[in-house]
């Protein structure tokens, strides 16, 4: 094996030791291209670097430094004096440990950045452990650099890069995600009907985020006595002045549905404790759907703590009027709507 190109172009490097797989020469001209050949200047961090070849690689095409990491005492001797061949030794830093037992934790509390991380781990290793060793990269990035991993059939696509194979070797090459501006909340209810209470939580929650869109869902729970086309019609009348919300019907799971959206947080009303429990179950239950999923609880406004989707039906179909409990433009159309529907359902405790 010779270094390919740069300074050091031509350099025969010292022979692989037993239990090193050393990266291909096609392998790794293919990955310098993608990466565009040459830098000017950088950090080079080569975890799990066998002989060192793609660091040293790096190090004759332009890159100022470079650590190795690599638990084998064999393979450290070998990147040491690949380092020596290649008149590098100034530029190297070669760390004997294991990359997800101590190294990456001491090189995020030193707060090292790198602006090319490559990471050659044994095949053999687990799915799991190395979707976690490369979970961690990101952060010991610099803001442009990039993370280039090798693994056997272990796509790693949802890191947000490109994978290639090369025979039995996928390279995936991905960069450091950037900071989306954008903050999406969920506000999701069969809203049946809308109450001032749930546009006040609405509202709320469109002061914190950039948007929210109001999700109308079927609660398997209850059935409405309106289409959700129609609930959401009435939602979009009342949120129309407030400019960053959008209403939308929701078929299926609500984790699904925020997905689809962009969306990592669902925002809920809380009036009172008794409300807690079943938010909590379903915050939980949400979660293990979706790991990454918030729930943010906001506590309804003490003059809205008694009112309830339910407690409107049955004013309503009782010809009471619901003036305040309902945002007015939309008042008539509930009064109309719900008179005479005591569908069994009303003030039964549902939280609606
Ligand atoms: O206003 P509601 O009746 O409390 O709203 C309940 C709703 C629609 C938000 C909830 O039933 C829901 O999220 N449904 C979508 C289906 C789903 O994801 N179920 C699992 C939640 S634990």
Request: cysteine-free; hydrophobic content about 45%; proline content about 3%.
């Given at each position: 094996m010779r270094i390919i190109a740069g300074v050091a172009r031509g350099v025969r490097l010292a022979a692989v030791p037993d239990g090193v797989r050393p990266t291909s020469d096609r392998?790794?001209?293919a990955l310098f291209n993608s990466l565009g050949q040459f830098f000017d200047g950088g950090?080079?961090?080569?975890?799990?670097?066998?002989?060192?070849?793609?660091g040293i690689e790096a190090l004759s095409r332009g890159c100022e430094r470079a650590t190795f990491v690599e638990t084998s005492g064999r393979a450290v001797a070998a990147i040491r004096e690949n380092l020596r061949r290649a008149n590098f030794e100034e530029r190297g830093e070669v760390v004997r440990g294991d990359v997800a037992g101590e190294v990456l934790g001491k090189l995020e509390g030193g707060g090292r950045r790198f602006d090319l991380i490559f990471a050659d781990p044994p095949y053999k290793i687990s799915g799991l452990k190395l979707r976690d060793v490369v979970r961690r990269l990101p952060a010991l990035l610099t803001p442009s650099g990039r993370v280039v991993v090798e693994s056997g059939?272990?796509?790693?696509?949802?890191f947000g890069g490109n994978s290639r194979r090369y025979g039995g070797t996928v390279v995936t090459i991905f960069e450091k995600p950037k900071?989306?501006?954008?903050?999406?909340a969920v506000c999701p209810g069969s809203f049946d009907p809308v109450t001032s209470g749930h546009l006040d939580v609405i509202g709320r929650a469109a002061a914190l985020f950039d948007h929210v869109v109001?999700?109308?869902g079927k609660n398997v729970?209850?059935?409405?006595r309106l289409s959700a086309a129609e609930r959401a019609s009435l939602i979009e009348?009342?949120?129309a002045p407030l400019g960053n919300v959008s209403v939308e019907v929701m078929e299926g799971l609500l984790v699904n549905f925020a997905r689809e959206q962009g969306a990592r947080v669902v925002v809920k009303g809380l009036r009172a404790g008794s409300d807690f429990e079943s938010e909590f179950q379903q915050a939980q239950l949400n979660r293990t759907l979706y790991p990454e999923f918030e729930t943010v609880f906001i506590m309804a406004a003490s003059e809205h703590s008694f009112l309830s989707s339910s407690a409107i039906r049955e004013i309503a179909s009782l010809g009471g009027s619901v003036r305040g409990l309902v945002p007015e433009e939309i008042r008539e159309i509930i009064q109309r709507v719900y008179l005479d529907v005591d569908d069994g359902r009303a003030a039964k405790g549902d939280k609606g």
């Open positions: 392998v790794r001209e950090e080079v961090l080569d975890l799990y670097a066998g002989t060192g070849a793609l059939d272990a796509l790693l696509e949802d900071p989306t501006t954008m903050k999406v109001v999700a109308v729970r209850k059935s409405a009348k009342v949120t």
